[in-house]
């Protein structure tokens, strides 16, 4: 896990924030990731739709300016799916689905010092992911979601279930909000994924800060 042991993962998962072009409206990526950084962000992970991807080098040039960024701020960043861009530039990992490229080939290729997160709806995948190499695990959607159409919904108990069948951190994802993130409360989660819940809002920043205020609430503790 490169920089970053077990405990230290554990803190950086808290407020996980997954970027998405559709909501810039003009703006730049890596200013609006700035900002989910100063309200409070604690983990990036550069997601790139099908329908809106830069041309190669654009995305390369940006993807290292929000690496940069990640590293003034101190926080893990990591690239959706692609192990090949993640090698490139150097990122501290990446966050495959269960349609992406399998686990343990994925700790193959990058080696034992950077970040493996998998998308995991079951206690069975939970387990097999676990034992390939993740180092963590993102469940959901725990509500509705939009920002993937394909998405179904896992239960609390499902939820509860995988939290206590695996031994790495687990954040719920899909259609968490600042009004539903006190729902998540006592599941065994160590943090929240989100993507719309910051990047949607015109105050990117002021998104971010009030959400993790209240993740940290939900998640019993004291300070960030």
Request: aromatic share 4%; hydrophobic share 45%.
């Amino acid at each position: 896990m490169g920089n970053w042991n077990q405990e230290e993962l554990k803190k950086a998962l808290q407020l996980y924030a997954v970027t998405d072009r559709h909501w810039l409206n003009g703006r730049r990526l890596a200013d609006d990731v700035e900002r989910a950084l100063r309200g409070g962000a604690t983990f990036i992970q550069l997601r790139e739709k099908d329908d809106m991807k830069l041309e190669h080098d654009a995305f390369l040039k940006e993807a290292a300016e929000i690496k940069a960024l990640c590293r003034r701020y101190k926080v893990p960043f990591v690239i959706d799916d692609d192990v090949d861009l993640a090698l490139e530039i150097g990122a501290d990992g990446v966050h495959v689905g269960q349609s992406d490229m399998e686990t343990g080939l994925v700790r193959s290729r990058l080696g034992k010092d950077r970040i493996i997160g998998v998308s995991t709806q079951t206690v069975e995948e939970a387990l097999l992911a676990e034992s390939r190499g993740a180092d963590y695990l993102g469940v959901g959607a725990v509500f509705p979601t939009g920002s993937k159409a394909d998405a179904s919904e896992v239960s609390m108990d499902a939820l509860r279930a995988i939290c206590k069948a695996v031994s790495i951190p687990v954040v719920a994802i899909g259609g968490i909000t600042e009004e539903n993130v006190m729902e998540l409360a006592g599941s065994g989660i160590v943090g929240i994924s989100v993507i719309s819940a910051i990047f949607s809002k015109e105050d990117v920043e002021g998104a971010a800060r009030a959400l993790k205020s209240r993740t940290i609430r939900m998640l019993g503790l004291s300070g960030d």
